[in-house]
Nanobody, 114 residues
Framework: QVQLVESGGGLVQPGGSLRLSCAAS????????MGWYRQASGKQREWVAL???????NYADSVKGRFAVSRDIAENTVYLQMNSLKPEDTATYYC????????WGQGTQVTVSS
């Protein structure tokens, strides 16, 4: 059974950084594509970043140049390094396979505010 557990969120000031983690069980992160998504209050969930085995990454325009996705195969964990955070990055962040096929985790809340 696939399980995804996100962590690492918190309250940060604008311009600050956070690193989110997504610990996966039941799937092998050495292959396939994984994505990060976010959902702000009152809005639909949106895609943020993807990582394809072999090192290919891609990002939504809103986070390009500020966020970086990586994966640790030994730990079976996907990370999202978020730099230069803005108030509009405030949301609950989730990870999932691409295409989304795993049950959604509980997410991790990121709040960017002074």
């Amino acid at each position: 059974q696939v399980q995804l557990v996100e962590s690492g969120g918190g309250l940060v000031q604008p311009g600050g950084s956070l690193r989110l983690s997504c610990a996966a069980s039941g799937i092998n992160l050495s292959r396939g594509a994984m994505g990060w998504y976010r959902q702000a209050s009152g809005k639909q969930r949106e895609w943020v970043a993807l990582s394809i085995s072999g090192g290919i990454t891609n990002y939504a325009d809103s986070v390009k140049g500020r966020f970086a996705v990586s994966r640790d195969i030994a730990e079976n964990t996907v990370y999202l390094q978020m730099n230069s955070l803005k108030p509009e990055d405030t949301a609950t962040y989730y990870c999932n396979t691409i295409p989304t096929s795993a049950p959604w985790g509980q997410g991790t809340q990121v709040t960017v505010s002074s």
